[in-house]
């Protein structure tokens, strides 16, 4: 999903989006898993944090 919003390489700030002034300011990640005689149930989800930056002169 990181490339259909256009985003290359979220850790540089030259390549990570084609306009300027984007930045990654969180990424969450949280998983849990079961394990019982029944069977294995597991989830995970990640979220990610951007904000603009504006350059103040």
Request: proline content about 0%; charged content about 20%.
């Given at each position: 999903m990181p490339g259909?919003?256009?985003i290359v390489d979220a850790f540089s700030q030259q390549s990570m989006t084609r306009s300027q002034g984007v930045e990654v300011s969180k990424v969450l990640h949280k998983s849990l898993g079961e394990v019982a005689e029944q069977g294995t149930?597991?989830?995970a989800a990640t979220g990610m944090e951007t904000?603009?930056?504006?350059a103040l002169l």
């Open positions: 259909a919003m256009g149930e597991s989830a904000s603009d930056v504006i």
